[in-house]
């Protein structure tokens, strides 16, 4: 189920908030930016035994690849922690060789 919720400030623009509900796991809240519609965060809230812990993940630096924008900078937060990864290059449907998925095939 979504439902739009209003307009919200994320990094010094106007953004689209979603709230999604799904049947099962938590509850999410999309931030799209006005300008260009493209997600600019999500947050969530597990249930834990201390009570809700809040996650948030910003998405940045979008660059299109074969057609398809992608954040190139993703953000994740939550109280006491912030971490983050930056891409450099991004490859779509190369070829892979199966035995790199297999453990015991892909040892040196």
Same mark, same amino acid.
């Given at each position: 189920?979504?439902? +739009?919720?209003?307009? /919200? #400030? %994320?990094?010094?623009?106007?953004? *689209? %908030?979603?709230? /999604?509900? =799904? %049947?099962?796991? =938590? @509850? $999410?809240?999309? +931030?799209?930016? %006005? !300008?260009? &519609?493209?997600? @600019? !965060?999500? *947050?969530? $809230? #597990?249930?834990? =035994?201390? &009570?809700?812990? =809040?996650?948030?993940m910003d998405y940045e630096d979008y660059r299109e690849v074969d057609g398809i924008k992608q954040p190139f900078l993703i953000h994740w937060s939550f109280p006491g922690r912030v971490w983050g990864r930056k891409i450099d290059e991004i490859k779509q449907n190369i070829p892979l060789d199966d035995a790199k998925f297999n453990p015991i095939l892909s040892r040196p």
């Amino acid at each position: 189920n979504l439902t +739009f919720l209003g307009k /919200a #400030s %994320v990094r010094d623009m106007d953004a *689209y %908030v979603i709230q /999604a509900t =799904p %049947v099962n796991g =938590p @509850v $999410e809240k999309l +931030f799209f930016d %006005v !300008r260009t &519609g493209l997600l @600019v !965060r999500r *947050y969530t $809230e #597990s249930d834990t =035994p201390l &009570g809700k812990l =809040p996650l948030q993940m910003d998405y940045e630096d979008y660059r299109e690849v074969d057609g398809i924008k992608q954040p190139f900078l993703i953000h994740w937060s939550f109280p006491g922690r912030v971490w983050g990864r930056k891409i450099d290059e991004i490859k779509q449907n190369i070829p892979l060789d199966d035995a790199k998925f297999n453990p015991i095939l892909s040892r040196p």
